[in-house]
């Protein structure tokens, strides 16, 4: 059963940069899509990046694109999400997921099979 667990989190003020790490394990790390979502209070989830099995391609939604890069580690079997230039708007859990699922529908919360528990990222203005 895959586990994935969020760390990382805190509190940063605006303009400032946060990387959060994701360790997964119970399952082939390598072969799995790796994710990032965010919730906000009163908000749905949304799709903030994703990055493919082979850490070759990339996907970022437009409210971050330029500001957070995804990256992965095989070796310790972890991603990370390097948040930069914070804004007021970007807090929110934070939310690592994994999935098998064909790359085509990364942006999609249903095709992500396993999610981890959150990390709180708050950013002070």
């Known amino acids: 059963q895959v586990q994935l667990r969020e760390s990382g989190g805190g509190l940063v003020p605006a303009g400032g940069s946060l990387r959060l790490s994701c360790a997964h394990s119970?399952?082939?790390?390598?072969?799995?899509?790796m994710g990032w979502w965010r919730q906000a209070p009163g908000k749905e989830r949304e799709f903030v990046g994703s990055?493919?099995?082979?850490?070759?391609?990339?996907d970022y939604a437009d409210s971050v694109k330029g500001r957070f890069s995804i990256s992965r580690d095989s070796a310790k079997d972890t991603v990370y999400l390097q948040m930069n230039s914070l804004k007021a708007e970007d807090a929110a859990v934070y939310y690592c997921?994994?999935?098998?699922?064909?790359?085509?529908?990364?942006?999609?919360?249903?095709?992500?099979?396993?999610w981890g528990q959150g990390a709180q990222v708050a950013v002070s203005s």
């Open positions: 119970g399952g082939t790390f390598i072969r799995m899509h």
């Open positions: 997921s994994a999935t098998r699922a064909p790359w085509a529908g990364r942006r999609g919360s249903q095709a992500w099979d396993s």
């Open positions: 990055i493919n099995w082979a850490g070759g391609d990339t």
